[in-house]
């Protein structure tokens, strides 16, 4: 999850309301649309008025991840939540080296534990990946901070990726994916953040501890508030 102080990034261009029918949120005052940019059509829902909270899926799902969190922020933020490339409704990936991409991805997710270690190389950037997993083996190791920001319009002082905002990090500790070990060591990045562990959680507790999960939100946001006043 991100927080923005502007909301004008996502222009509507057409609409449609079947996605937020069959997901039941028509009643929360969301619409369905999409947006062009960098050469993709992203389908995105879109509710409320106030500071922008923009909803982020990972691989593989889509906007209805965030189901309860777009129906309870949107009574007093503006909440937005694409289909990332690749996940339909959102366009597909049609150029060649995003459909060699694609198929490095489905190497990476069929590979058996552990991680080979071109995983990174996906990580970083999964448009620029060695051609094949056998190159990968013979490649050198990214630097994967100075590729994260290559082709910012603006290249920042540093690449370091430590983060100094105010940051809420929730955690599902009996998550099968993202394992509690990861957060070792997770104040030397990001020394603000404040950790809510959700002891029976697994890896999607905004679905399944919808209830914690918004009101850990909330207070975060709250906190934030009362210290710019």
């Not at 879109?46 to 990972?58: K, M, P, T």
């Not at 058996?112 to 056998?134: E, T």
């Not at 590729?147 to 998550?175: H, Q």
Request: charged letters at 15%; one cysteine or more; aromatic letters at 10%.
């Amino acid at each position: 999850m991100a927080t923005f102080a502007s909301a004008a990034i996502w222009p509507h261009a057409g609409a449609s309301q079947s996605g937020l029918v069959q997901s039941g949120l028509v009643q929360s005052g969301l619409v369905e649309g999409y947006a062009d940019g960098d050469g993709v059509r992203l389908n995105f829902v879109q509710g409320g008025e106030g500071q922008l909270i923009l909803f982020l899926h990972g691989v593989p799902d889509s906007w209805t991840l965030y189901m309860s969190q777009l129906a309870e922020f949107s009574q007093d933020h503006m909440v937005v939540a694409p289909n990332l490339r690749g996940f339909p409704p959102s366009e597909v990936r049609n150029s060649a080296s995003q459909i060699q991409a694609s198929q490095y991805e489905r190497d990476y997710c069929t590979a058996i534990a552990p991680c080979p270690s071109w995983y990174n190389y996906y990580r970083a950037d999964p448009i620029k990946v060695p051609s094949s997993i056998s190159d990968a083996a013979h490649t050198e190791m990214p630097d994967l901070a100075a590729i994260f920001f290559a082709d910012v319009a603006e290249p920042p002082a540093t690449t370091s990726l430590r983060v100094d905002v105010p940051t809420l990090v929730l955690w599902g500790m009996k998550d099968p994916h993202c394992l509690p070990s990861q957060l070792d060591n997770l104040h030397d990045y990001a020394p603000n953040a404040i950790v809510v562990r959700i002891e029976d959680g697994g890896h999607v507790p905004m679905q399944s501890h919808p209830m914690l999960v918004n009101r850990a939100i909330r207070d975060f946001l709250r906190r934030e508030h009362h210290k710019k006043w």
